[in-house]
């Protein structure tokens, strides 16, 4: 374990822990919280460039987590294996659900008041084909569907989501962020490559080798926008209800990254009609995502600001 205290560190302010810190996503994250005048610790395998103070551990570890969180007002844990191709399944829900229960026990232990878990969308089950793809009973798909979770990456965020729920019933408040895929910048060229030639496209599809990339519907989420998400949910008022303060939220661009509507994509995909439970939606914004997004438009204060689809818009259609 290394600390290195960056020379403006002042021991005596309150700071916030990101596991994860070193990661794609994590180091979007301790920017926004560096752009905030927050101070940030960060805790993670390896340690990256960002100029905070580091702690290198492993979130398997207990010990690793009850140092990590002294001195810290709120958790941001985003440390996990991030896909269904990070490892073999007993890996994945090994390091990602003992994971979470450490980042969760270590705060309620030190009196840390809010974490912010990482989840995912992967939780309503309908996002990779190495599970079973359960298709949703309805769109959007609100906070009352189902959790369908058919493969182990998407069962250890539903774990991690039950073993937060479970401090919150015991006073920790808790917020569940899902974002669907996150649409990194070195993922451009795939996402144009794709969008070139959607039925013949044979190369690595963004967000892993299956054909993945948010999902059959081609979901999305900037990682610019998904990082301010979590530095609304540490300003966020009480989560969910004072007996049990837990709250969960779909998070993803407004638009879908795939060639055609998202009703029409859905329903030609599965060969039947689809329950559409808000037509608005999808008349106005016929791209728009599988997921409704005003729980966190209304409750998180999040609107998202970028999409990378003017890169499919730009991609000339083949000849
Ligand atoms: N990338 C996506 O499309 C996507 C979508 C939804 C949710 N997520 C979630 O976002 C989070 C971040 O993913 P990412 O895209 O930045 O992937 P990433 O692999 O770049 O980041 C994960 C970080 O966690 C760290 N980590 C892994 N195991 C650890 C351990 N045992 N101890 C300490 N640190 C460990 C890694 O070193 C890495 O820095 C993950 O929780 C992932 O499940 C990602």
Known sequence: MTHENPSHFDPTRPRVLVTGAAGLLGRHVVRELLHRGLQVRGLDLRQAEEPIEWQTGDITDLDCLRRAVQGCFAVLHIAARPNIWSGDG?????????????????????????????????????????GAMVPPDYMPVDLAHPLRATDPYALSKVLGEDIGRSFALRGLEVIALRPVFVAYPDMEGEIRARARDPEHYTGRLAGGPSSAGGGPLYNHIDPRDLARAFWLALRMKAPGTPSCPFEAFYLAAQDTLAPEPT?????????????????????????????????ARERLGFAPEFSQRHLIEQAPKPS
């Open 263 to 295: 009703v029409q994509r859905l329903e030609r995909i599965l060969g039947r009609p689809v329950e559409v439970r808000d037509p608005d939606l999808y008349r106005q914004h016929p791209y728009a995502s599988l997921y409704d997004l005003r729980p």
């Open 90 to 130: 007993d890996d994945i829900l090994r390091i990602n659900t003992l994971g979470a229960w450490n980042a969760f026990r270590a705060s309620e232990e030190a009196g840390i008041r809010r974490v912010v878990f990482c989840s995912s969308d992967s939780v309503a089950g309908y996002t990779v084909r190495e």
